[in-house]
């Protein structure tokens, strides 16, 4: 339900219990703003509830974005997400 509510409000999260490979700062988060959501790390340390929690929550997110974004918006978002890590790591 946590995650309907957040759709709503248009402030929809994908919790991920790994930390960023390549975090490039205020770029990457303003590309994630643009597909409508914010990334929420949680500890790697979770147990088996709240990782079904977790699971619930990213699923429902994630129709939440295909709805907003279409359903291949991932691969244009990941396109995207490379060229900026890829930029961040030249300058």
Do not use: F
């Given at each position: 339900m946590t995650a309907k509510i957040?759709?709503?409000?248009?402030s929809a999260r994908i919790v991920t219990t790994e930390p960023p490979?390549?975090?490039?700062g205020v770029p990457c988060i303003g590309l994630k703003e643009e597909y409508g959501f914010h990334e929420h790390y949680t500890s790697c340390s979770q147990t088996g509830?709240?990782?079904r929690g977790i699971q619930a929550y990213n699923a429902e997110?994630?129709?939440y974005l295909n709805k907003r974004?279409?359903?291949?918006w991932r691969e244009k978002?990941?396109?995207e997400m490379d060229l900026l890590i890829?930029?961040?790591?030249l300058e």
């Open positions: 957040d759709g709503w409000r248009n490979l390549h975090p490039c509830p709240t990782i997110i994630e129709k974004n279409g359903k291949n978002y990941q396109s890829k930029n961040n790591r």
